[in-house]
């Protein structure tokens, strides 16, 4: 299912699967369309993106909820800079609802959770991928959780919804301007967002 999901795709300028538990990066040039798509179901893709041109200006988690009156990121949400310039658009979603709360696992997050000792995580994932690109740790902020959803009930409480990404779903992000595309393809073991069998994603580039 996951080759549907490509199938007809006209202007590709860049096609790479993504192995399980590894991180990812590009720059996408303005006007062009990058394609993450879930091939096997229920695989968590933690995203973050910065101005290709002026790295210290990123995503920024609350600027994109509060501007869009909603948590979830779904078809027509513009994510958004510190700044407040537009970095991408969600211009096709099959899912339909997208985490933006729940940011990203890490080594100490994972003992504090779960009192497990792990040597992976997307915090790691991120710092390496980061690396590569000039910055620093203090580059990651809260992410976009792709094909995750974390429901919010009238209490507070918060859980990672388990099953709601089905094979070969994608979402389609239109960049607004010259945008570094960071993302961690997510290799939790220990709480359902992977389905505990983190898996590889697809990444695709299109020109306008």
Known sequence: MGNDAAAGLGGVVYDFTVPARQPWSRVIKAGEILRIIDLEGQQAVDFLCYDANDPGDRYNAM????????????????????????????????????????????????????????????????????????????????????????????????????????????????AETDVLAVLSNCPQMHNPCNGYNPTPIRVIVRAP
């Open 63 to 174: 600027n994109t909820i509060k501007v869009q009156g909603n948590t979830y990121v779904a078809k027509g949400t513009v994510l958004y800079s510190d700044a407040g310039k537009p970095l991408f658009t969600l211009i096709e979603d099959t899912l339909g609802q997208h985490d933006t709360v729940y940011g990203c696992c890490s080594n100490p997050n994972n003992f504090l959770r779960y009192g497990v000792v792990t040597t992976e995580s997307c915090y790691s994932n991120f710092l390496k991928e980061l690396a590569a690109h000039g910055l620093k740790r203090d580059a990651i902020v809260g992410n976009v959780n792709f094909f995750m959803q974390v429901p919010i009930l009238a209490d507070g409480r918060a859980g990672i919804a388990d099953g709601v990404s089905p094979p070969g779903g994608y979402v389609d992000l239109r």
